[in-house]
């Protein structure tokens, strides 16, 4: 659950850079040394035809001009400007109320997305998408361009990769919409749901915590609040609009609600720093992950990377709670 440390929009181990505007012409952006030599030697930045759409793209996935233009470090006025320009110029139209493409969808966008994928491709990049929960596995892995984390269902991530909008996503069980069959996987048309392991999520609070417990939409990730619910636990739902670390922490401290983490990989210190303790009484909450990726991407040097990252991280976070007689 990356929750505070978590620099968005960034390849990691990389510059960071901010994007120069105008209205009505393409941009560049520029890549700002670090002091590390082989960052400084190959930058990943979006190629300067495509600054517009990769704006268009962030605006996407952080829900708003504001959370954009934060993560990005520019202001809010130059991704409205970039927003009205694409969608003047590819006659795009709003669509509110849909889970993706709300700022509007046709094919020639769709074609500029999956270009703008190979071109990521190319760079030995990913743009990999993940809950709040998970976000932490990403964090310092070379060649994955973070995005805000979100927790969204498991047909969500879908078709955010489908529409080339992320080239992966790290996918719970939770997120599912029902309880797979033992040794099924969960199965969509042209994308691969690789295994990455099992983990246990703990319950975490303050001292003097009520038998509450603080989880993101039902709608988001169902069969936690179905484990949750199973053990007798009351539950509260974090709104979609407020998914920042911040104000996850800020309303389980104020209400006196526990929530789910990973403990182990979030780490001792996060918790000691948050004055977050482990319950006495944990229920079983084990999950699978998987990581989402498209079948034409899957043999490419960045997904094979970044798989095998993935599963060592995971493999080692298991260990450790087997360590510590968490069943998974």
Not at 36 to 55: C, E, G, K, Q, V
Not at 227 to 256: F, I, M, N, S, V
């Amino acid at each position: 659950m990356g929750w505070l440390h978590s620099p968005l929009f960034r390849t990691n181990n990389q510059p960071k850079w901010r994007r120069c505007a105008e209205a009505a012409r393409s941009t560049i952006l520029h890549p700002v040394a670090r002091s590390n030599p082989a960052a400084r030697s190959t930058p990943y930045a979006p190629p300067t035809p495509l600054a517009d759409l990769h704006i268009l793209d962030y605006l996407e996935l952080a829900g708003s001009q504001y959370k954009a233009g934060r993560a990005l470090e520019m202001h809010q006025t130059t991704v409205c400007r970039s927003l009205q320009l694409m969608q003047h110029q590819f006659r795009l139209a709003n669509a509110p109320g849909s889970p993706i493409c709300r700022y509007g969808h046709n094919s020639c966008l769709r074609h500029l997305r999956l270009a703008y994928r190979e071109h990521r491709l190319m760079a030995e990049q990913l743009r990999i998408g993940s809950d709040v929960l998970h976000h932490a596995l990403l964090l310092a892995m070379a060649g994955v361009q973070e995005v805000p984390p979100r927790f969204r269902s498991a047909e969500h991530w879908v078709a955010l990769v489908q529409h080339g909008l992320l080239d992966g996503a790290i996918l719970s069980s939770f997120s599912l919409a029902k309880p797979l069959d033992p040794d099924q996987e969960p199965a969509w048309a042209g994308i691969a749901a690789v295994p990455l392991g099992s983990l246990g999520l703990q319950l975490v609070a303050q001292a003097g915590h009520r038998r509450s417990v603080l989880l993101p939409r039902q709608a988001a990730m169902p069969l936690l609040h179905q484990a949750l619910e199973g053990h007798g636990y009351d539950l509260e739902q974090q709104t979609a609009a407020c998914q920042e670390p911040e104000a996850w922490l800020k309303r389980a401290r104020d209400r006196r609600l526990a929530l789910p983490v990973c403990a182990e990989l979030l780490g001792r210190r996060w918790l000691q720093t948050h004055r977050l303790e482990l319950l006495d009484e944990q229920p079983p909450l084990n999950e699978q992950l998987w990581l989402l990726l498209p079948q034409a991407a899957l043999s490419s040097k960045a997904a094979r990377l970044c798989l095998r990252r993935l599963r060592h991280q995971v493999a080692k976070l298991k260990t450790m709670q087997d360590s510590h007689g968490i069943q998974t």
